[in-house]
């Protein structure tokens, strides 16, 4: 009863969308989410062949509106089109396409239009097997998510699989915004649930970050948990660079130097180091300290370019990655469970990450359930309240991010002194 009433819910988000604003969806989406927690209840964990077929009836009502939270499924659909007549999807930006290039209906929807594919190569192969088809896309979703389902239920537990089966942020983000996060999930868990077997594993990661450049931060720990790095290496090696090999004639991915330099959304880490550089005047100084020493290496012919990275956004986003770097080695060297180490590096990225969306959590959610990791969890579900920042300013933003990042760290800690 509990899985129908939080699949009905979840149904009606869209039309409560359509029909209100972000405070209305984001009403029922909390209350979905609470329905959820209580389907997790150890009363409540089975999973049965009826709810199988309720998790496919709640993914179903997710098609019947078309995405409107977010608009990158018709980048994936128009990429698509692009490799499918032939050309390469990175030799222009949708607003560049050829006069003879047909548009589809839905052209006008592509979001940043001026800016060329930040699409992998991985993702280029996938999207091809849409046809450019919203219908065919979601079918693929779907049977990459129904894989991971059931890849949980036999390996991991009747709890993780029902977690997933009607996880609100999966149906939501997975399903009506169709992103391409749940085939991530699928490729990074089954490296986790293969490590063993190196040449799967090696495989399987090149492929997760082929689809999303994001799980690159789980590399160090798989690779010092698998026992035969060797084959780790090749078989990552291969499957990364390979399928690069149909993309060549263009430079790869584009539009991703505009995509890491500019975008900035729900990052209160990054805003509070960006804040801190330019109350500092580092920028400042550091083209100071250049200019008074740029004559002695004799490097006038690449001065310009040198002066374009001291910026306080620049800086800023160079710090938060150093950071993140060294988090990534320091728990890869922890002696932990490896699926505690994944969940983490995961978590640290997006913690740093200048720009995190909602969709982004849905690749780490699998890892952040085995794990138990219950503020990544916890973050991941309180995601989709970052849409109200369209909608606030100043002190309301960050109230927004107070409520994304601060109130998990209560739930957790409130959770680990139940514990005790």
Same mark, same amino acid.
């Given at each position: 009863?509990?899985?129908?009433?939080?699949?009905?819910?979840?149904?009606?988000?869209?039309?409560?969308?359509?029909?209100?604003?972000?405070?209305?969806?984001?009403?029922?989406?909390?209350?979905?989410?609470?329905?959820?927690?209580?389907?997790? /209840?150890?009363?409540?964990?089975?999973?049965?062949?009826?709810? *199988?077929?309720?998790?496919?009836?709640?993914?179903?009502?997710?098609?019947?509106?078309?995405?409107?939270? #977010?608009?990158?499924?018709?980048?994936?659909?128009?990429?698509?089109?692009?490799?499918?007549? +032939?050309?390469?999807?990175?030799?222009?930006?949708?607003? =560049?396409?050829?006069?003879?290039?047909?548009?589809? #209906?839905?052209?006008?929807?592509?979001?940043?239009?001026?800016?060329?594919?930040?699409?992998?190569?991985?993702?280029?192969?996938?999207?091809?097997?849409?046809?450019?088809?919203?219908?065919?896309?979601?079918?693929?979703?779907?049977?990459?998510?129904?894989?991971?389902?059931? /890849?949980?239920?036999?390996?991991?537990?009747?709890?993780?699989?029902?977690?997933?089966?009607?996880?609100?942020?999966?149906?939501?983000?997975?399903?009506?915004?169709?992103?391409?996060?749940?085939?991530?999930?699928?490729?990074?868990?089954?490296?986790?649930?293969?490590?063993?077997?190196?040449?799967?594993?090696?495989?399987?990661?090149?492929?997760?970050?082929?689809?999303?450049? #994001?799980?690159?931060?789980?590399?160090?720990?798989?690779?010092?948990?698998?026992?035969?790095?060797?084959?780790?290496?090749?078989?990552?090696?291969?499957?990364?660079?390979?399928?690069?090999?149909?993309?060549?004639?263009?430079?790869?991915?584009? +539009?991703?130097?505009?995509?890491?330099?500019?975008?900035?959304?729900?990052?209160?880490?990054? =805003?509070?180091?960006?804040?801190?550089?330019?109350?500092?005047?580092?920028?400042?100084?550091?083209?100071?300290?250049?200019?008074?020493?740029?004559?002695?290496?004799?490097?006038?012919?690449?001065?310009?370019?040198?002066?374009? /990275?001291?910026?306080?956004?620049?800086?800023?986003?160079?710090?938060?990655?150093?950071?993140?770097?060294?988090?990534? /080695?320091?728990?890869? $060297?922890?002696?932990? =469970?490896?699926?505690?180490?994944?969940?983490?590096?995961?978590?640290?990225?997006?913690?740093?990450?200048?720009?995190?969306?909602?969709?982004?959590?849905?690749?780490? *959610?699998?890892?952040?359930?085995?794990?138990?990791?219950?503020?990544?969890?916890?973050?991941?579900?309180?995601?989709?309240?970052?849409?109200?920042?369209?909608?606030?300013?100043?002190?309301?933003?960050?109230?927004?991010?107070?409520?994304?990042? $601060?109130?998990? +760290?209560?739930?957790?800690?409130?959770?680990?002194?139940?514990?005790?």
């Amino acid at each position: 009863m509990l899985a129908i009433l939080l699949s009905a819910i979840v149904a009606s988000a869209p039309a409560v969308y359509a029909s209100g604003s972000a405070r209305d969806f984001i009403f029922i989406y909390l209350a979905s989410c609470l329905l959820w927690c209580v389907l997790l /209840l150890p009363s409540n964990r089975t999973f049965t062949k009826s709810l *199988l077929i309720l998790a496919l009836v709640a993914r179903a009502s997710m098609w019947l509106t078309p995405p409107a939270l #977010s608009l990158d499924v018709y980048r994936y659909l128009w990429d698509a089109k692009v490799s499918w007549s +032939g050309t390469n999807p990175y030799a222009f930006a949708p607003a =560049e396409a050829p006069e003879s290039m047909v548009r589809p #209906s839905w052209f006008e929807r592509i979001n940043n239009p001026s800016i060329a594919s930040i699409y992998p190569p991985h993702a280029q192969i996938l999207f091809l097997f849409s046809g450019g088809s919203l219908l065919l896309w979601r079918a693929i979703l779907l049977l990459s998510d129904l894989s991971l389902l059931l /890849l949980l239920r036999r390996r991991g537990s009747t709890t993780l699989a029902l977690a997933w089966a009607f996880c609100p942020l999966v149906l939501i983000e997975g399903h009506w915004s169709a992103h391409l996060e749940p085939v991530v999930a699928l490729a990074l868990f089954v490296t986790l649930v293969f490590t063993t077997r190196s040449t799967i594993a090696g495989g399987m990661l090149a492929l997760a970050i082929g689809l999303k450049i #994001s799980p690159f931060v789980t590399i160090p720990a798989f690779f010092r948990s698998t026992t035969r790095r060797a084959s780790f290496a090749i078989s990552f090696a291969l499957m990364a660079v390979l399928p690069a090999a149909f993309f060549l004639s263009a430079p790869l991915m584009p +539009g991703m130097r505009e995509f890491a330099r500019r975008w900035i959304f729900n990052a209160p880490v990054f =805003e509070v180091v960006l804040d801190a550089v330019e109350r500092s005047g580092l920028a400042e100084s550091l083209k100071d300290v250049w200019t008074s020493n740029k004559d002695r290496f004799d490097s006038a012919s690449i001065s310009d370019q040198i002066y374009t /990275l001291f910026y306080a956004d620049l800086l800023a986003r160079a710090i938060c990655g150093i950071v993140l770097l060294l988090f990534v /080695l320091l728990i890869a $060297g922890r002696k932990r =469970e490896l699926d505690w180490k994944v969940a983490h590096s995961f978590g640290a990225l997006l913690l740093f990450s200048p720009v995190v969306h909602p969709w982004y959590w849905i690749a780490g *959610l699998p890892l952040f359930l085995r794990a138990r990791t219950m503020y990544w969890t916890s973050a991941a579900m309180l995601s989709p309240i970052s849409y109200l920042l369209y909608e606030t300013t100043g002190r309301g933003s960050w109230f927004v991010a107070g409520v994304c990042w $601060g109130v998990p +760290g209560l739930i957790a800690l409130g959770l680990r002194l139940r514990e005790r």
